[in-house]
């Protein structure tokens, strides 16, 4: 495929539309530290973040993932994208692929931990997202994004509050409102109508 840089330059590289993200370390790696889908402009040297329709899956295929450029957000927060019954989980763009696989290595529940987000979201009026980062010290970490701003702090979560929240999964999807947000294969509350303060 042919990509043009803001340089002017033409760039001709094909990237694989399918991956096995847990094939081994060093696939993992690439994908968490962005090396998979980027392109390094050999005239200026820019780097650009390609984000072309693909599938990640792991190698006992109990996650799917598919990963679609970030002008579809509408289109998939409106419910509009075709099912597929082999995707498990939709993601737009680069960084809710990145928090994907994280949870998925670490064992968590990813409707569980966008149900703690969700919590946050309701408290916190300004329009901050929180992207999932690790574990430390019992508590699960969180980058907060101001995204008017770009400024990245972290907040802290007790894994208490995950386990918890597993013991009533089945309460917690009865409700409509967070349904909505936390079934497969979107699940996701990033784009939830609290941002917007007219809703
Ligand atoms: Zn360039």
Avoid at 22 to 36: C, L, N
Avoid at 49 to 56: V, W
Avoid at 83 to 102: A, F, M, Q, S, W
Avoid at 142 to 171: C, I, M, N, Q
Wanted: negative net charge; hydrophobic residues 35%.
């Amino acid at each position: 495929m042919s990509y043009e840089c803001l340089c002017g330059e033409i760039i001709d590289q094909d990237f694989p539309v399918e991956y096995e993200f847990d094939r081994d370390d060093a696939v993992f790696r690439s994908i968490v530290e962005g090396e998979v889908l980027r392109l390094e402009c050999p005239h200026c040297g820019a780097v650009h973040r390609l984000e072309e329709e693909s599938l990640f899956r792991s190698r006992d295929r109990s996650l799917v993932l598919k990963l679609l450029p970030e002008h579809f957000r509408d289109q998939v927060r409106a419910g509009n994208y075709p099912p597929d019954p082999e995707i498990t989980r939709l993601v737009v763009g680069y960084p809710e692929l990145v928090e994907k696989v994280l949870l998925w290595r670490d064992g968590f529940d990813d409707r569980i931990i966008e149900y703690l987000k969700y919590g946050f979201y309701i408290r916190n009026t300004a329009k901050l997202t929180l992207t999932y980062a690790g574990v430390e010290n019992g508590k699960l970490e969180f980058w907060v994004r101001e995204p008017d701003t770009d400024k990245v702090g972290r907040t802290r979560v007790p894994l208490e509050a995950y386990r918890e929240a597993s013991g009533h999964l089945e309460e917690i999807l009865s409700r409509p409102r967070l349904r909505a947000y936390l079934q497969a294969p979107r699940v996701f509350v990033g784009d939830g109508p609290w941002f917007d303060p007219s809703s």
